[in-house]
C-alpha cells in the first residue's frame, strides 16, 4: 500500500533528526498560507540551540522562512516524504526572508541543519 510505505519514508526521517529537541516554531514561517485555508498551514519547529529547523510543507510551492529563524550557516535541503529522497534546497532573496520552492508538486519537508 502506497500510504504505508510512505510512513517508512517518514519514520526514516523522524529517526534521523533529533526529533526530541524541537519545539514549536511558527514565527519561522514568514507567510503563514494556513491562516487563510487551514489545510494549506505549514508547520516549524526548531531547538532551542538554533542547530536545526524543520517546517512541513503540505501542498504550497513556495515557503518564505524568516531569515533570523535559520541556523547559523545553514545546510538546507528538502526531503519529499512520497519517496524518502533528499535534494537540496537553495533560497532566494525575499522580504526580511528567504524563500524556498519545493522541487514538485505535493508536500514537503524543507531541513535546515547548521554546518559543523
Do not use: C
Not at 529537541?21 to 507567510?31: I, K, T, Y
Not at 487563510?36 to 519547529?45: G, H, Q, S, T, Y
Not at 512520497?82 to 522541487?103: H, I, K, L, Q
Not at 514538485?104 to 541543519?113: A, K, R, T, Y
Request: charged letters at 25%; aromatic letters at 8%; a positive charge.
Amino acid at each position: 500500500m502506497p500510504g504505508a510505505v510512505q510512513m517508512t519514508h517518514l519514520a526514516r526521517y523522524f529517526t534521523s533528526i533529533d526529533y526530541g529537541r524541537l519545539r514549536p516554531a511558527p514565527e519561522a514561517v514568514a507567510n503563514q498560507p494556513g491562516r487563510v485555508e487551514p489545510r494549506r498551514f505549514i508547520a516549524a519547529a526548531r531547538t532551542d540551540q538554533r542547530d536545526l529547523l524543520v517546517l512541513y510543507v503540505p501542498e504550497d510551492r513556495a515557503v518564505d522562512v524568516n531569515a533570523g529563524m535559520l541556523p547559523p550557516a545553514p545546510q538546507a535541503s528538502w526531503f519529499n516524504p512520497r519517496t524518502g529522497e533528499t535534494s537540496t534546497a537553495v533560497g532566494e532573496a525575499a522580504e526580511g526572508a528567504r524563500r524556498f520552492r519545493t522541487p514538485s508538486e505535493g508536500d514537503w519537508i524543507l531541513q535546515f541543519v547548521a554546518r559543523r
